[in-house]
C-alpha cells in the first residue's frame, strides 16, 4: 500500500469510527489485564458476561490468585480454550502479587512474565491502562492488512505490527488500533465485507487473495 493509501485509510476510519475505543468492560485494571488475557480467540461480549461474573465472585486480587480452579473452569466455560484460560486467571493474579506488589508493570517485557500473556497482549494493556503509544495487531487487523496489500500471506502479526507502526504517525496508533478492530468487526468482516460500500474497494486486493 502506498502512502497516498495509507491517508485515505485514516480518513475513512476517522469517518467511519471517530471514537473507537476498547468494548471490554472493566473497573480495576487488573481485571482489564485479565479480560485481554480472556479475549483471545474469543468475542469481547463473550469476554464481558463471564468476567462479570468471576469479577463478582471473586472480587479481589487476592481472592483471584487463591480460587479453585475447577470453580473458574466453570465460569469460564462459554469461552474457548477455557481450561488454559482459568489456570491463566489464577496465574496472572498470583504473578502480579508475588512479583509485583499487585500493581501492574507498564514494561512489555515485565508484562510478558504474567502467564497467557504475550506481545500483543502487553501491547494492548499498555495502551489502555498506561495509554503508551502501540499498535498491537489482532486477528481483525491481520485480515485487514492482507485484503488491503499492507502484509502479504504468511506475515505474523509482529511483522505487520512493525510495517502499520512505520507509516502511521505515533501519536496515531493507539487510534487506530481500536478504528481497524471496529472496521474488521462491522464492516470488513471475515466472512462478509462491505465491498460494494467501501472506500478503499479501489485498491483492495481482496478478489486477489482468494
Ligand atoms: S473493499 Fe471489501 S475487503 Fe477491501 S477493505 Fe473494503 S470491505 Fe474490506
Not at 485514516?10 to 469510527?17: A, G, K, R, T, V
Not at 487487523?141 to 507509516?167: C, F, H, M, N, Y
Request: charge should be positive; hydrophobic fraction near 40%.
Amino acid at each position: 500500500m502506498i502512502k497516498k493509501q495509507y491517508r485515505l485509510l485514516e480518513d475513512y476510519l476517522n469517518s467511519l469510527f471517530p471514537n473507537a475505543g476498547c468494548e471490554l468492560i472493566h473497573d480495576k485494571d487488573y481485571e482489564f489485564v485479565i479480560e485481554v488475557m480472556l479475549s483471545a480467540q474469543s468475542t469481547d461480549v463473550a469476554v464481558n458476561l463471564v468476567s462479570n461474573k468471576l469479577f463478582k465472585k471473586y472480587s479481589t486480587l487476592e481472592s483471584l490468585a487463591n480460587a479453585d480452579l475447577f470453580d473458574v473452569e466453570k465460569i469460564l466455560h462459554p469461552l474457548g480454550l477455557f481450561k488454559n484460560k482459568a489456570k491463566n486467571v489464577i496465574g496472572i493474579a498470583k504473578t502480579l502479587i508475588e512479583e509485583f506488589d499487585g500493581i501492574i508493570p507498564s514494561d512489555k517485557d515485565l508484562l510478558q512474565r504474567l502467564p497467557g500473556v504475550g506481545n500483543k497482549t502487553a501491547g494492548v494493556i499498555r495502551a489502555e491502562v498506561f495509554h503508551i503509544p502501540d499498535l498491537p495487531v489482532d486477528t481483525h487487523i491481520l485480515r485487514i492488512s492482507r485484503r488491503l496489500g499492507i502484509s502479504k500471506a504468511g506475515d505474523t502479526p509482529l511483522q505487520v505490527e512493525q510495517k502499520l507502526k512505520k507509516e502511521i504517525d505515533q501519536s496515531r496508533w493507539i487510534l487506530t488500533h481500536h478504528q481497524l478492530i471496529h472496521f474488521g468487526r462491522y464492516f470488513c468482516t471475515a466472512r462478509k465485507p462491505n465491498c460494494e460500500n467501501c472506500k478503499l474497494n479501489s485498491f483492495c486486493k481482496i478478489r486477489t487473495i482468494h
